[in-house]
């Protein structure tokens, strides 16, 4: 693991282990592997699915069951953040020590594009205080067609 995903690992994990503690739960070695494997996933986005896949091969296995409760864990626990896409289409993606963005999502690939916009957030924030609206958080989804299929369509 390279040093710096590796001070990154040593943090969620004991950030992790103490809202476990809090909760009379045990940071288990399956909970740890669980973390430490979502750190190495090359996707920033990823379905419950994506993660039970990259334990398939490995020994000893840990369960569909075990990784999706985990999930439920890590997101009660602030570390993740669930976003839902529709029915079968929820990600999960790492919220610690991340800056505030928003999702496009292509509806024929499913590829997750982010992005960050000051005009938006201002937006957002006006069109609020119109309301006399405090919002705490939000989350912008723009759904549609990516670059790639866009491309393939024209053909
Ligand atoms: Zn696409
Ligand atoms: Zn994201």
């Given at each position: 693991?390279?040093?710096?995903v590796?001070?990154?690992?040593?943090?969620?994990?004991?950030?992790?282990?103490s809202?476990?503690?809090r909760?009379?739960?045990?940071?288990t070695?399956?909970r740890?592997?669980i973390?430490?494997?979502?750190?190495?996933?090359d996707?920033?986005?990823?379905?419950?699915?994506?993660?039970v896949?990259?334990?398939?091969?490995?020994?000893?296995?840990?369960?569909?069951?075990?990784v999706?409760?985990?999930?439920?864990?890590?997101?009660?626990?602030?570390?993740?953040?669930q976003?839902?896409?529709?029915?079968?289409h929820?990600?999960?993606?790492?919220?610690?020590g991340?800056?505030?963005?928003?999702?496009c999502?292509?509806?024929?690939?499913?590829?997750?594009?982010?992005?960050?916009?000051?005009?938006?957030?201002?937006?957002?924030?006006?069109?609020?205080?119109?309301l006399?609206?405090?919002?705490?958080?939000?989350?912008?989804?723009?759904?549609?067609?990516?670059?790639d299929?866009?491309?393939?369509?024209q053909?």
């Amino acid at each position: 693991m390279p040093r710096a995903v590796k001070a990154v690992a040593t943090e969620l994990l004991g950030k992790f282990d103490s809202y476990l503690q809090r909760k009379s739960l045990k940071l288990t070695a399956q909970r740890r592997r669980i973390v430490e494997q979502i750190l190495g996933m090359d996707k920033t986005h990823f379905a419950a699915d994506d993660l039970v896949d990259e334990f398939r091969d490995q020994k000893p296995r840990v369960s569909k069951a075990t990784v999706y409760r985990a999930l439920g864990v890590l997101v009660e626990a602030g570390i993740l953040e669930q976003h839902d896409f529709g029915e079968s289409h929820k990600v999960f993606e790492l919220s610690e020590g991340r800056d505030h963005h928003d999702h496009c999502m292509c509806t024929r690939c499913g590829k997750i594009i982010e992005f960050h916009s000051d005009e938006m957030e201002a937006l957002q924030e006006r069109v609020a205080a119109g309301l006399g609206f405090h919002p705490t958080h939000h989350s912008q989804k723009i759904f549609g067609i990516c670059k790639d299929c866009w491309k393939q369509g024209q053909r």
